[in-house]
């Protein structure tokens, strides 16, 4: 996978730590642990252990994890 970080990670343990992941649209998620993941729109779904992923939100969207072992970061797809 080809990715451009256009922000630093970010964690976000917690409904109470909710982020927009600056206003992300595309997030690149890496748990180093077992969690939850939650968007605002309504999506939940569980991460494994060291598994990563990217996900599409609306920009004003939030996302948390149930844990701080997950990190979330602002990304852009590369062209070209």
């Not at 998620?29 to 996900?55: D, K, P, R, W, Y």
Request: aromatic share 6%.
């Amino acid at each position: 996978m080809e990715i451009r970080a256009l922000a630093a990670k970010e964690t976000a343990n917690g409904s109470g730590q909710a982020t927009t992941v600056s206003n992300a649209s595309i997030v690149y998620c890496l748990a180093t642990a077992a969690a939850t993941v939650t968007l605002s729109g309504g999506g939940t779904f569980q991460m494994g252990a060291n598994q990563a992923l990217v996900i599409h939100k609306d920009r004003a969207e939030t996302v948390y994890a149930s844990s701080a072992n997950v990190h979330f970061t602002k990304i852009a797809y590369p062209r070209g």
